[in-house]
């Protein structure tokens, strides 16, 4: 009696499906896709003896161009699972009937193209990405950096980089240490992130499978909860002020002060500066739109300190020592001001004043929409995201419902038993 081998294909069942035993004469059991609204004619996967299981396209070459007068069956490989789910297969299935409809045959096509030299990831980075990443980023060198970890892969070819080569590559940068300490979590999931955009252009330019999609970044430890509450604020600030470089030590309250991101800071020319109208011009930020910083009294006294020490030929407010240039981010003064203010460097780094800045601001009350403005947040859950709740605005917070309830309850009376 033969068996009927048609079912609905789905991710849980293909991983339930039985390898043959070890005595059959068949290396492999071959199930079609069938039965659901979805399922394509002609769709299978194969399931080896050693639990290897394989999407593939079984079609005839009747009117096909390269077919002649003779008709035969054919079939095409489309991939492996899980590298491949079952809607990936079927996606896949039905681009390669669309061709088989349009009297093309599948096999010829993707070896012709296969005459294409396929890039490995290395050149794939250096040719494709880093040029397209040039206009559209940034934030494009610390890409450029942060590919330098991703040695294990570089020789991989793009259409042969799998999400086991890709968890493989996450794993290995879990041992990697620098100057001692190991990578934290976020630092790890930056280059992972970035693995991910690079997959996703491949598969626009280079029509391969995305692999990238089905890796997951690791949880991050919260490193970034960290802030700086009000007097800590200030503490560093005025240790900011006294710094021998003034150039390094403003840049550093200031940052404190407005809560801008580093690089916004250090790319400003004097021609962002309106002293007049109190303003800072930020022309392009992350979310690629502008941001006009107010000016307090205490910014203004920064700037014009700075002004002062204005160079001539070089445009940028926090100068270099090489002419036209801007200071690299001051990481070296930064951990001294914080040893003399006395402030626990663990977890502090420049971002940790965007934190500072919008959990100062929200706990003291100011409206979430107006410290939105202030961080230019495209997204008020990302500002949301930045708020961290000190000590004295959680006990705020519990004491006025507590009093609110004891001042509620005064006036009222126990419901009589019943």
């Known amino acids: 009696m033969k068996v009927n081998r048609t079912i609905n294909l789905t991710n849980s069942v293909v991983r339930s499906l039985k390898p043959p035993s070890a005595d059959s004469r068949s290396s492999d059991i071959e199930w079609s896709d069938g039965r659901g609204d979805n399922s394509v004619i002609g769709l299978k996967v194969l399931v080896g003896k050693t639990g290897n299981r394989r999407f593939l396209l079984r079609y005839s070459s009747r009117n096909l161009k390269s077919s002649g007068k003779s008709s035969r069956k054919a079939s095409i490989s489309l991939g492996r699972f899980p590298d491949l789910s079952v809607e990936e297969a079927r996606k896949k299935a039905r681009k390669l009937k669309v061709q088989i409809a349009d009297g093309i045959d599948p096999k010829i096509e993707r070896d012709s193209r296969s005459a294409v030299v396929m890039p490995d990831v290395y050149t794939f980075f250096h040719e494709t990405y880093l040029p397209w990443a040039k206009t559209r980023k940034k934030s494009w060198k610390d ?52 693995v991910k955009g690079i997959c996703s252009l491949s598969a626009r330019v280079l029509d391969t499978t995305n692999h990238a999609t089905k890796v997951s970044l690791l ?59 109190r303003t800072l011009f930020i022309k392009t930020s992350k979310n690629k739109k502008s941001h006009q910083v107010y ?4 910014m203004l006294e920064l700037l014009s300190e700075l002004r002062e020490l204005k160079q001539p030929g070089n445009p940028y407010v926090f100068p270099g020592s090489r002419e036209g240039t801007h200071i690299s981010p001051p990481r070296k003064a930064f951990k001294l001001i914080l040893e003399r ?56 917070g519990a004491n006025a419902l507590s009093e609110m309830v004891e001042r509620a309850s005064e006036n009222l009376a126990l419901p009589e038993p019943k």
């Open 143 to 194: 890409d450029e950096t942060r590919f330098l970890r991703c040695k294990p892969i570089y020789k991989i070819q793009m259409d042969r980089l799998s999400a086991h080569a890709i968890m493989k590559l996450q794993s290995h940068l879990s041992t990697e240490t620098y100057k001692g300490k190991p990578y934290t979590a976020s630092t790890n999931n930056r280059v992972i992130a970035l």
């Open 219 to 277: 949880p991050e430890s919260g490193s970034r909860d960290r802030f700086l509450n009000v007097e800590e604020t200030a503490l560093l600030i005025k240790v900011s002020r006294t710094y021998y470089c003034k150039v390094k030590g403003n840049l550093i309250a200031m940052l404190w002060l407005t809560g801008c991101r580093i690089s916004e800071l250090l790319e400003r020319k004097w021609q962002d500066v309106d002293f007049d109208n």
């Open 295 to 298: 000016l307090s009294n205490l």
């Open 341 to 396: 203010a006395g402030i626990d460097p663990e977890g502090v780094v420049f971002h940790t004043a965007r934190h500072s800045v919008a959990s100062n601001l929200l706990n003291s009350g100011l409206d979430i929409t107006s410290v939105q403005r202030v961080l230019n947040h495209a997204d008020m859950a990302s500002t949301l995201h930045y708020r961290k709740f000190d000590r004295t605005a959680l006990e705020r």
